[in-house]
């Protein structure tokens, strides 16, 4: 099984794509190229990729689920200078702004314009850009202050609702986090901030960012290229590049607080930012590598050493596989050029766009590699549990790291913290269902949260937005609550699934009952039927959270197969995995507790066999009770620890077929009378008296049955058996 | 105490081990006496019970050949046998007082003397080994004397020996007694277990035996050397015994006498005994000599204390007394058929015995060090743990007092048992003991009747007497596992009584006694 993994998904594996890199842009690349343009924007709250000639502005797709070299879209502009382009959240109507005091806003389908300008001589207008906040359409960021404007499309009017006064050096704005920041002072290190998001809007606390002076006349001033907003697991912060020391520190915002929350170095005077997966990718651009942060934990440590970003893919798709040297060659200086090369700028949250050669690419995550590059299991594990871009991927690289562990033998705490990550990570899955996986998993203060509530809305209505591409992304707030029932349904259907599972399985045990005393065999074979379900499920998974159903089919029961000589260590490893999902309050596989049993006898190891049963540490079943007759075919006492367990479950006919077998038929007959099971032939019991030769014994077993079998007395049994013990007496 | 109970001055008890294959020869009658108890008895008399012994096991060996007698009733004796080891026949010989329940007593007295003679193969291995080693006898005369004097120091009461009585009948000797754990916490102990196996890398076959209190917790012995080594834990090693003995220790060394003077009467020094003894037996080799400095014994009492690191330490096993480098003590488990080393690590209420194997240990110093060092590395945050966690639900004394009952369970096979709470059994009116004592006496008989007649089935057995004192006294036997109660202030219905059983074995039982 464990091979046939790797032949169905021959990327998934320790090894990684062989190249020293854990990011990687992947060819082919989304062409964005028109020959007169004059400009490139980014539309971040549309993920409109916007590229303007003197009168029209062609608009190209860059979310995730959008295909490639998809055709731009195309709308016509009035000639003049442009300085920023953003569409309406609806799509309705373009906004341009044409110079610090005027902004042009067309509708597309009408093709009406109207404008608004900048009334008083000393402000001028620094930006602009939609908001799906409750109170106001479009946020215009002045010098002099925020201006809140509703839009009235068919007046064709802007009506103004708010304006808050402050003094702005620049801005910074992502539609992501809904945030702005202002900088005011001196060395604009002064901020002040405010979300708009589908809540309302949120004041957030002026703070001021450190930043190292060179000497101590001179002040630096702070630059808009120094601050990037990161939004992970929704959370917001923001990080500020201090090319003097050399460091970047970093902001968490709460609603009532900012916290520095430690800096990390960095190794260029030039620094971008990308976001993927939750993971934050600290480009070193003049030293052409990225470190990876992942800012789940308070830890500052970088995942791995910095590395290069990596071009995968074939350049020259055309080209023969004679010309594969040459390919490479050329690969290879091709990747030399365009690398981190003068024309690339970082768009919000993991797209590069090459101005020079037009090409617009998207940043992945090499898991693999990480995975490979880094030899602590759990922390890694982690890592991959908290990544959703890619859940079977993740899912099959965890399950093969855990393998790996194991069959490495690698000390029990450490196989036994690996397990605890992925068991604590399924049981948060399992509590909060599926589709919140995006949403932050831990529990930050509640009265701190709620600047990351909106963030975690706009995933949610990302995610609605990926499914259903042509909703109006206008009311997320109705969205979210629509999909969180949706969730509520989805988690209870599965919940039913499973448990519909266990009792079929149960089901299917008691029908194989029919047969009476059977050996183990039926057993694996309802194991395999599981399986078949298991595997059928993986293929199509959601999550990359392993159930414990997973755990066993992928990796106890395939390392056992190869660890059957020394079963001591696969023990220690199993009791390390029944107590972290003991913990979370989840169940094991049942067949793990066979597993255990299987081993424990194997070893010999019948005095902690008994106590593992007795203490319910395995719990009891009937399959646990079938292995233990087996392992007791050496061991009275184990024998006798199947016999107590099928008697405690209830389970009377295999009870009373095991103490006839074992020649107590007259405890068995009364133990029969006394708990009304009907199920077993008379003349079983008939037949055990008969041989043990005893007429006393068997006229017993004759009375006992035609007392309290009504038609017995009727029965060929009953005749055939007085004859004989006529004959014995 | 010393009116109900069946007390015995040093006159009133004998105790004697002889060899069936020695001594046969006329004028050598005295080679054949490995032990007499008391000591100071005269030969001719110590002579003229082993011979009416050995007469009488003579006499019913042909009839039964394999097991010859258990006990004789004299007028005013009860002799009781225990064939210790094939020929090797221990015999106690009790002045008869109308207290006495003899048919009980015979199992209570046997389990007594089997279980002095478990013990000292654990420590000595068998008294045969012992003779062939030296066939003189010397050896074996000296460590049975001086281990069987100390384990009679537990029976003392003032200045006389209280032996069991019809009062123990609600408990079973030689037997583990378990603590109950949850789920949870047993997967956290046998987690525990794994780590400690660990620790004892590079040693295979190494095993531990965990107790919180005086209660098995966890064991991965099988279960004859688990109640051995479960035994000698509770008496000598566990929090309960080390604190008795350090209280009587420093109680002796105010009053400047020594343990051996205030036993005097009955014990004479110890050490000075078995010297008279091995004089008096005729001991003339030199190395008898230098063997008294070497001879240890596991169940003096105040030997055991705890070291610096949580280890217990004990120089009993030391070759020169007061010598600085203690030797390791060693067991013999007899299941296992394994000499080991074993390491004795206390913190709190927990006791963890660390059982290493002497044939896999190529440097003992040397791989016990490493042992400790890894044990204590890896273990001992789980210990802590645990122990917290099992001094917080330990209900003290009386957790296993179920009200209205008075109880023991017993599972032969396991050799584990559970009973009410002695405090608790002592409320109970003298006459419902004797009349359970009586029963179980009965029930002893009906059992190895059964045993004799077929090994391999078991009988299940279900006595209700209702007794003198209108109690109802019950026994219950199923399948190797066996349950005695009394229950006072019960309705008069047999049915009632037995529903009352009923009750208790499904509640606490799993229902293992109510199979109709």
Redo the contacts between chains.
Sequence with gaps: MFTKYLSDQPRVGLGGAGALSHVYIQHPSLKCSIPESKGVYYDDGNKLLLLATSDQVFSWDTSPSAPLNNTPGCDSINEGPVVCIRYSLDGKIIGIQRSNKEIEFKIRETGEIFTRRCKSESESILGFFWTDCPTCDIVLIKTSGLELLSCEADLKTLRSVEMKRLNVSWYMYTHESRLVLLSSGMQCKTFSGFQFSSGGIIRLPKFEMAMTKADVNQKPVLAAEDIHIVTVYGRIYCLQVDSLGMMAHLYRFYRDAVVQQGSLPIYSAKIAVSVVDNVLLVHQVDAKVVILYDIFACSQAPISAPLPLLLRGDLKRKDTSSHLVNVKKAEASCQEEIMYGDGWIFLVPDLIFDTLHGTLWRIHLDLEAIAASNSEAPFILEFLQHRRLEPSKVKQLCLTIMRTMILERRP??MVSMAMDVLVASYSQYAKTGASHQGVSTTVSDSSRVVVEEPANQVETHGKSVIQEPDIEPSNPHKESSISDSDEATTTDIQNDNSGEHHNMGAREVVNQMGAGVSTVGDVETSALQSETVVNNNISEVASAAISPDEMFFFVFAIVEEEMASDP?YL??II??Y??SV??ERLRVHPNLHVMTVQLLSRSE????L???VI???VEPSREVALQLLDSGRHN??TR?LAL?ML??LGLHHDYILLLVQD??YL?AL??A??NKVDTIRPSVFLEAALSSKNPQHLAAVLRCLSDFIPSFRSTPDYTSYSRVLKEIC | MGLSTATASSEGIEICIFDLRRGQQEGQELDKILFFFPADCPFTLQLSVIGLSEGLITFTRIFSPDAACDVIDAERHSHIFYQAEPDIWMVMVVEKNKELEHKYLTAALQAFLKEVHSLFVMFHGSIRALLEKQPGGELARSHLYSFIMDYLTDFLVGKKLQLPSFRDCLKERSTVQMLTVGREMAIEIQSLVRVIESSCAGTSGCHSVVLFQDLLVSTTLPSDDTANLFTYAVLRMTPHALSSSTNSWSYLHKGSTTSHASTGPIFPNAELASEDYRHTSRDTSPGGQVQRHHLPRPLQRNKWSKAKDGFLVTDIWSGEIGSLVSASPTVWMKQIEERMVFCVYQYKNLTIIILLPVSSLVNQEQGITLMKQQFLENASQKIFRIEEKLSKGWGGENTYHISGYRYLLYDSHRCVSRASPPGKVATLAKDSLRALSKLRGEVDIEKSRAKRDDTSHEKDLEVCIRANNNSWVIARITRGKELYMVLEKARETLLYASEAMERFSDRYCNGAFSLD
């Design positions: 029990v705490t001591s023990v220690a009791i390390e029944f107590q003991t913990l190891r019948y005095p902690e008994g106590f593992f203490n319910k540490i009275f006492q006798k107590d008697r405690q020649g107590y405890e009364r133990y009378r006394k």
